[in-house]
């Protein structure tokens, strides 16, 4: 494989982690879906979330009034092989259910960790094959 190869994995695979802050925070639901495998896994709380369809039913039943802002930094993948790839992504989230004009008031970030993940290329492009959430501080509520 060559270096401009192996660039253009790591740039496809960061660029479905940043996907995924954006659709999540804009409620783009189907869209962060589709970032998954048919049968990719989304690990979050210790819960397992298997194949695009529950991930989108998981997602969609988020309440309404629910604002977030995902902040990624730290994106590093690295390369297995022309056809997979393993991510880390640190993860800073700002998240108030609030009703109402303005912004939701807030005591700072509601929590930090990060994700760990697995990429593998499709037909229809890089995928999401298992993203796992790790948080290692949460604010006192």
Request: net charge negative; with cysteine; charged share 30%.
């Amino acid at each position: 494989m060559t270096e401009a190869e192996r660039a253009e994995i790591e740039r496809a695979c960061e660029k479905l982690s940043i996907a995924y802050a954006r659709h999540v925070d804009f409620r783009d639901y189907q869209a962060l879906a589709d970032l998954f495998t048919q049968d990719g896994v989304l690990e979050l709380f210790g819960q397992e979330i298997r194949g695009r369809d529950a991930v989108l039913a998981a997602l969609s039943a988020r309440p309404e009034n629910r604002k977030s802002l995902h902040i990624f930094t730290n994106i590093s993948t690295d390369v297995i092989d022309a056809d997979h790839a393993r991510g880390l992504t640190y993860l800073t989230l700002l998240r108030a259910d609030h009703d109402g004009d303005g912004p939701a008031p807030l005591d700072g970030p509601l929590m930090g960790g990060y994700y760990e993940d697995e990429f593998i290329r499709t037909q229809a492009g890089w995928r999401i094959a298992r993203r796992k959430t790790t948080i290692l501080f949460a604010r006192k509520e």
